[in-house]
């Protein structure tokens, strides 16, 4: 890494964040000081969240472009802000890089990160930049704004509410089987070229994934505040499961009702999954799970990319899907242990 | 690391969060759903400063215990806050823990970051954990505030303004030269026992450093309101200059007003070292280094733990020590480069 040691940590800082320009009112003092400073309006609540991401835990450089890289670091911040019905305004960038990359490496992450704070109109604000012997590593903080009134919390689902999901879940699970099958048949062939053609959704949802910012603005221009919300990070049934447990309630889920792309289905029948397993357990969908009051059905449903999945009940019914044969199969978390550093079988 | 990977991620985010009370008025929700929430008064700015601390590049866990390590992770970040003149209230914590870790390890390490949070009233009110296959992760946000003309940056200096260092320089420096002393003659041997005696502050400042809370507070009793201020990690003479950059000045400090410990004085002579140079570029002082108009100098000068050590000066002057033989040094920023992970020569 002597292109970049030679620089130093705040001459690469520097070329890092050459250009930057805060489009945010709250944002007072970007890079540069011991803290950056920011000041909400008296009628703001702030929000923080972080993710830290470390090369091979949850990524693989094997197949994932540095660019898509940071964007996706950047966006899965900002996802969960918006589960609270809130607006990203800030994050700050901490990168641990090791002697493997070169300037250009980190310029193209950076150029990711930078791409997805443009489009959602987010400041960057700070971070540090240390080297690592250990592979990469991004820990993003992001800090977010919201009227009071608007938050939306884990715990307010209330029996009868009826529960919600945007967009399609499984995959982004489905992309990362495709890109791990790719990556082990082009193990030692250099000139093996991947095929993912009819995939590329898939491939799109697993590198570049988007936080429904739209579905936030949807719901407001409808007049709908949920009862609970999150993103869908863990998989549809781990985050059902908070939801009720933190809510105290219990729910139905409809098996023939959870949203899912012609491409997840064709891909789950490749590979001789099942299709639903993949959908409820899959992960990293960053789609928003929300329950409204029964009275906004129908308001709801009008709304572009929402589904209606279902149902809450009384905590003592436990949390279930309802079959197309109509039997009830608990559902369980079995989604990703970060733990583990991989999928839980 | 069966037993934590079996505790799960929530599992064990609620094992060590058990417990947590939350202390100031600012924090709305803490640890528990997808972002944290904060209100921070319309009279308050809030300010955000973000470490990464990686093993092997910022710590040796063969002489670091994880409380400790856990009690400087935090008291860093706090550090950076005092020096924006603010008051740090809220921090997020993301651990990537690698398999060799046991749960009693981890609660260790939050045992030190909890002391810290309830010594300095700050509330923990997030993270991310995650397994790492690359040693120990240490992610720390921390949030802080302040009324926005009691902020501080780092480019207020003005000529004739007086530098002043609180508490004294190069300690910490020669604290991490005597655990990798030890560290080295203790290879291979079971029953050494390292001699620390006559050394303990030396150790203390590596091991234990503190934020200098106490000085920011007389300060505001003494209605002195500095020009610049950063905090010293870096060493002296790299902050200085970050200062003279940032404000377009030049200094002068004085060698024999350079505030150091008997203690320090002592390990450098043992290991042959330059004292001077050790305190100027030693790094992990976190002391606060700030300049104030002249007409403070007497108000400054009757403060516990502060000493002035020099003066702000034209731009076209440079940075430069006065030697105690009156020879003017130029100042140059040797210290801690994070980019190389060790210290340059």
Not at 107 to 117: K, N, P, Q, T, V
Not at 135 to 162: F, Q, W
Not at 269 to 292: C, H, Q, S
Request: charged share 25%; hydrophobic share 40%.
């Amino acid at each position: 890494m002597s292109e970049i040691s030679s620089l130093g940590e705040f001459g690469l800082i520097d070329r890092l964040t050459d250009g930057l320009k805060n489009v945010n009112e709250s944002t007072l003092k970007g890079v540069g000081d011991d803290a950056a400073v920011m000041h909400y309006g008296a009628d703001r609540d702030v929000l923080v969240t972080t993710d830290l991401l470390l090369e091979n835990v949850h990524f693989d450089l094997t197949y994932v472009p540095l660019k898509h890289l940071g964007y996706k670091s950047a966006v899965v911040n900002f996802s969960d802000i918006y589960a609270m019905n809130g607006t990203p305004k800030q994050i700050t960038v901490s990168l641990g890089i090791s002697s493997r990359f070169t300037l250009e490496h980190i310029e193209e992450l950076y150029a990711g990160i930078r791409l997805a704070c443009e489009f959602y109109g987010v400041d960057l604000v700070g971070g540090d930049t240390s080297a690592s012997h250990q592979g990469l590593v991004i820990s993003i903080t992001c800090l977010g704004e919201a009227a009071r009134d608007k938050i939306v919390y884990r715990d307010g689902a209330k029996p009868t509410d009826i529960i919600c999901v945007s967009g399609d879940l499984g995959a982004a699970y489905m992309g990362l089987q495709l890109l791990e099958r790719e990556k082990v048949a082009s193990a030692g062939r250099k000139d093996f070229v991947p095929d993912f053609s009819g995939k590329e959704y898939l491939v799109e949802r697993q590198l570049k994934p988007e936080a429904r910012k739209d579905i936030v603005k949807e719901l407001a221009e409808a007049g709908i505040k949920p009862t609970a919300m999150m993103d869908v990070s863990d998989g549809l049934s781990s985050e059902l499961i908070h939801i009720c447990k933190q809510s105290h309630t219990g729910c139905r889920v409809y098996e023939d009702r959870i949203p899912i792309d012609y491409q997840t289905a064709v891909m789950a029948e490749e590979l001789n999954m099942n299709l639903v397993t993949a959908a409820l357990n899959g992960g990293e969908d960053y789609e928003l799970l929300f329950t409204v009051p029964l009275v906004d059905h129908d308001r709801v449903s009008k709304l572009d990319g929402v589904k209606v999945i279902g149902y809450v009940t009384d905590e003592n019914l436990g949390c279930a899907m309802i079959a197309r044969d109509g039997g009830e199969i608990p559902l369980q978390a079995q989604g990703w242990n970060p733990l583990k550093g991989e999928k839980e079988d």
